[in-house]
């Protein structure tokens, strides 16, 4: 994340999935993200290749990448999938690309969408853009206690 840190502008959150990938986007000013859409290009290439093409086409300033880290903080397989999809990703891009902990996104996607009774194709349709979304606020909310805390004198 510290990549990010003095990025201003947009940010792309990215859910990187085999059969579908959630895309969220921030405001200019970093403090909400908002889900987009969902792709299904099929394959990691062609995938960090639509990601890339929307990332220049919406000005986005730099992007960050789930990481789904065991829950005993290890890196498996999954990890590993998406460190990939990452640095595939980077050497597309011209802005700076971080990986961030994705521990628990789904389960609350998941929960948020019980909770408003969303169900079948609608559910499968909207779950990757919802965990997306919840990453990049994540990352907004992690970034801005940072720079909050860079700039508080001890």
Same mark, same amino acid.
Do not use: C, W
């Given at each position: 994340?510290? +990549? %990010?840190?003095?990025? *201003?502008?947009?940010?792309?959150?990215?859910?990187?999935?085999?059969?579908?990938?959630?895309? $969220?986007?921030?405001?200019?000013?970093?403090?909400?993200?908002?889900?987009? =859409?969902?792709?299904?290009?099929?394959?990691?290439?062609?995938?960090? &290749?639509?990601?890339?093409?929307?990332?220049?086409?919406?000005?986005?300033?730099?992007?960050?990448?789930?990481? #789904?880290? *065991?829950?005993?903080?290890?890196?498996? #397989?999954?990890?590993?999938? $998406? &460190?990939?999809?990452?640095?595939? @990703?980077?050497?597309?891009?011209?802005? #700076?690309?971080?990986?961030?902990? +994705?521990?628990?996104?789904?389960?609350? $996607?998941?929960?948020? %969408? *019980? &909770?408003?009774? =969303?169900?079948?194709?609608?559910?499968?349709?909207?779950?990757?853009? @919802?965990? $997306? +979304?919840?990453?990049?606020? *994540?990352?907004?909310?992690?970034?801005?206690?940072?720079?909050?805390?860079?700039? =508080? #004198? %001890?």
């Amino acid at each position: 994340m510290q +990549e %990010l840190l003095h990025v *201003n502008g947009k940010l792309l959150g990215v859910d990187f999935g085999d059969k579908r990938t959630g895309l $969220a986007i921030s405001n200019d000013g970093q403090t909400i993200a908002s889900g987009v =859409t969902q792709i299904s290009v099929g394959g990691m290439q062609k995938t960090a &290749e639509a990601v890339a093409q929307i990332a220049g086409e919406r000005g986005i300033a730099g992007i960050v990448v789930g990481l #789904p880290v *065991n829950m005993d903080g290890s890196h498996g #397989p999954r990890a590993q999938h $998406a &460190e990939k999809f990452g640095r595939i @990703l980077g050497s597309l891009v011209t802005v #700076p690309v971080a990986m961030l902990d +994705e521990r628990m996104t789904t389960m609350a $996607a998941s929960r948020y %969408l *019980n &909770e408003t009774d =969303t169900r079948g194709k609608k559910r499968k349709s909207v779950i990757d853009t @919802l965990s $997306a +979304e919840i990453i990049l606020q *994540n990352a907004l909310d992690k970034l801005k206690f940072m720079r909050d805390t860079e700039a =508080t #004198p %001890l």
